[in-house]
Every structure is written in C-alpha cells, then in structure tokens.
T-cell receptor, first 116, second 114 residues
Framework: ETGVTQSPTHLIKTRGQQVTLRCSSQSGHNTVSWYQQALGQGPQFIFQYYREEENGRGNFPPRFSGLQFPNYSSELNVNALELDDSALYLC???????????????FGSGTRLTVV | AQSVTQLGSHVSVSEGALVLLRCNYSSSVPPYLFWYVQYPNQGLQLLLKYTTGATLVKGINGFEAEFKKSETSFHLTKPSAHMSDAAEYFCAVSKSTGFQKLVFGTGTRLLVSP
C-alpha cells in the first residue's frame, strides 16, 4: 500500500509567477484535500476534491485552484504568487463518502514553496 | 464554526517523564478529534483519532488521548517520554456530519532532554 506522494519537495518562485504542485493519493483513497502550513502555524484547509469535483473550500482566494484526475491524483495551482504564499503545502487523501468512509487522513510530506 | 486551542507552544520534559499535551476544542456539532505528529521537514502522521465509541483512544508509539465532552478537551498523554518523541504535535477537529475538513491548532513543540 503506497502512501501519499507530493512533488516537487522544494520550489522557489518569483512574485507574480504561477505554480503547480502535484499529489498522488494513497491507493484506494478517493478524496484529496490540500492544506497550507505557514511557518510556525498549523495547517489551514484550502479545498477538497471528491470524484474530480471541488466539494469544499476554505478561506482562500480564487487564484488558488485545483484539479483531481480519474486516478485520484491531484494538482494545486496558484496564480499571481504573493510573498505570503510561501509555506509548506500538504496534500491529504482519505476514503471519503459512503459506507466505507474513513476519517484517517493520510498526509504527504509536502512541498515547500518559497516566493521571492 | 470549529476551532482548536493548544495550550503551550512548547513543552519540555525529561526522558522517561510523563508527556501531557493539552487540546481544547470548540464545535457546534459532535466532533471528531485527531492528534497528528510532524517531524522536521516531514508531513503529518496520524497518532490517534476519536470518532465514536470508547472515549479513551490508544494510538501509535504509546500515546493515548481521552475525549472529555464536559471539558471540551482531548489531551494527549504518554507515560514515559523517549528522545524520539521530540517533534511538533497538532490537535485537529472535524465535524461528525456533513462536509468534513480538519481544523488544526497552532501546534505544540515537544522537547525531550536526556
């Protein structure tokens, strides 16, 4: 059983640029969530995807967008990067919805994004 | 709305001493509660979770937590600290019904001295 893998592990971007972060869900998981963890803070919920549809969103602007693919892998896209977007971005997969719902979210190791 | 308060941004213990990390939550509906651990430059690892049933929950690495509804608490304990327990610990809450997302506290860094 593979875990959640994220790529890249580290990334440096310039203010105003766009970035795409990738996540491969744990085998058998159909729901993926993205979290932003600023330095010294707890993770903050960005959004969640289930069956390729966004089904929940936190307090993040529209320049944060995502995709979930048929194989349940996912992307997080951030446009017009700002300095405050510098953070660790965490992907979490789970078995959401239905009778076999599992509340044990499995997190990846994250992508450290630095905006300069 | 849901929220989590973790008392103490840093907790220091000696190896072999009791570990107690405090977590209080606020939730408008019955909560599900979680403790995660984060080692440097790594993601979050689930230590334990409370959803339904027994209020004393045992997790990995000898940790346990007790859900106390009357105190809105879910404190994490371990009888004897080990050097390898040094890490950042996050308490999180989610709803038990409807759309679920994890709401995290700000974390507690556990320092273990020899």
């Amino acid at each position: 059983e593979t875990g959640v893998t994220q790529s890249p592990t580290h990334l440096i971007k310039t203010r105003g640029q766009q970035v795409t972060l990738r996540c491969s869900s744990q085998s058998g998981h159909n729901t993926v969530s993205w979290y932003q963890q600023a330095l010294g803070q707890g993770p903050q919920f960005i959004f969640q995807y289930y069956r390729e549809e966004e089904n929940g969103r936190g307090n993040f602007p529209p320049r944060f967008s995502g995709l979930q693919f048929p194989n349940y892998s996912s992307e997080l896209n951030v446009n017009a990067l700002e300095l405050d977007d510098s953070a660790l971005y965490l992907c979490a997969s789970s078995l959401g919805q239905g009778a076999r719902r599992d509340y044990g979210y499995t997190f990846g190791s994250g992508t450290r994004l630095t905006v300069v | 709305a849901q929220s989590v308060t973790q008392l103490g941004s840093h907790v220091s213990v000696s190896e072999g001493a009791l570990v107690l990390l405090r977590c209080n939550y606020s939730s408008s509906v019955p909560p599900y509660l979680f403790w995660y651990v984060q080692y440097p430059n790594q993601g979050l690892q689930l230590l334990l979770k409370y959803t339904t049933g027994a209020t004393l929950v045992k997790g990995i690495n000898g940790f346990e937590a007790e859900f106390k509804k009357s105190e809105t608490s879910f404190h994490l304990t371990k009888p004897s600290a080990h050097m390898s327990d040094a890490a950042e610990y996050f308490c999180a809450v989610s709803k038990s019904t409807g759309f679920q997302k994890l709401v995290f506290g700000t974390g507690t860094r556990l320092l273990v001295s020899p």
